[in-house]
């Protein structure tokens, strides 16, 4: 594995798990339907009764839409938009609940059973909800003090001579600011994986391992990042270049099918960025285990012990003062 890129790896993790694509993809379709039932009945109770269907539906009018939302008995906008954010919060929830399984799956070597996903899930849940705080807040405070440093570098530019520098800086700033918030999104993504995978309870020494190993391995990253984000970007033109161009603006199924396959497709990338921080957190960040094998003990030399030399028998010797015994013999 250490001779392939971060790239094929993780496109290979995505690959053996396919299955997490067509759950999220299931779940944000069904939140999706519930989000925008309001808003769903709101239309179909004014458009099944009036000709202004036939503007919105053979091509969309900016003016026929705007008047629609403004009709008494279209309801109110609140009505419409905060359950679309009820659920899209629901979605975020769903997210930070089931990624600490998605990794736990990626780290795997064998398809995860049931329980160790969810148990992975239940086990790093309140972990996952501290670090994606934190990453809102640096998140937020950056990007927003890089947004007003670009508008006041574009406003500057507008008192030279130069009618392109404007233009041409706020792009330059914009892509600054999107390689930024990608180092960011990095970041936070090597801490999630840590976290999960080291099963680090306290998440700031996950963040300060995540940064540092963030900006020693930035090109390594930061390229296999972008380079999926480029994909991404493909597959969206390519989407709403086929639906542009092969779906009638009358066909409702063709709409539906085509949104949906790109929706589809749009996940993979996001998944496939998560495979690069798990490949990259199994060959850097992964603490190799010794195993400890038990020390047998030495022999200890043989020690012998001198004893005292035994002396041989002696032969019996005859005492001259006593007689030899005659046997009788027989009359």
């Known amino acids: 594995m250490t001779n392939k890129s971060l790239l094929s790896t993780g496109l290979g ?3 053996h798990n396919k299955r997490y694509i067509i759950w999220f993809w299931l779940l944000n379709l069904t939140l999706a339907e519930f989000g925008t039932a ?3 009945r709101s239309t179909h109770a004014i458009l099944d009764h009036t000709r202004l269907a036939e503007r919105l539906v053979k091509g969309f009018d900016v003016g026929v839409f705007g008047e629609l939302l403004f009709k008494p008995e279209f309801g109110s906008l609140n009505s419409m938009t905060i359950p679309a954010l009820y659920f899209g919060f629901t979605f975020f929830l769903a997210t930070a609940l089931f990624l600490p399984g998605i990794f736990s799956g990626y780290a795997s070597n064998y398809r995860l059973p049931r329980e160790e996903f969810f148990r992975a899930c239940g086990r790093n849940l309140w972990r996952f909800i501290r670090i994606m705080i934190i990453a809102g807040i640096v998140m937020g405070i950056i990007f927003g003090l890089l947004f007003a440093a670009n508008g006041a570098i574009a406003k500057r530019a507008d008192e030279s001579t130069n009618e392109k520098l404007p233009f041409e800086l706020q792009m330059i700033g914009l892509a600054v600011i999107f390689l930024i918030m990608t180092t960011l999104r990095i970041w936070f993504d090597l801490a999630e994986v840590d976290t999960v995978l080291d099963d680090q309870r306290a998440v700031r020494k996950s963040i300060a391992v995540a940064f540092r190993h963030t900006f020693r391995s930035l090109a390594r990253l930061l390229t296999s990042y972008v380079a999926v984000t480029i994909v991404a970007a493909i597959v969206l033109v390519g989407g709403l270049w086929i639906w542009m161009k092969f ?4 066909s409702v199924v063709g709409a539906f099918v085509i949104a949906q396959i790109t929706l589809f497709l749009l996940l993979i990338p996001r998944f496939w960025q998560r495979g690069i921080a798990v490949s990259y957190w199994q060959r850097q960040m992964l603490v190799p285990v010794v195993a ?25 010797v005859s005492n001259p003062s006593i007689p030899p015994t005659e046997t009788p013999q027989s009359q």
């Open 38 to 40: 309001a808003f769903r």
């Open 247 to 250: 779906v009638p603006p009358d």
């Open 292 to 316: 400890v094998q038990p020390i047998e003990a030495a022999p200890l030399p043989a020690t012998t012990v001198p004893t005292a030399p035994v002396p041989d028998s002696a032969p019996a």
């Open 13 to 15: 993790k995505v690959a």
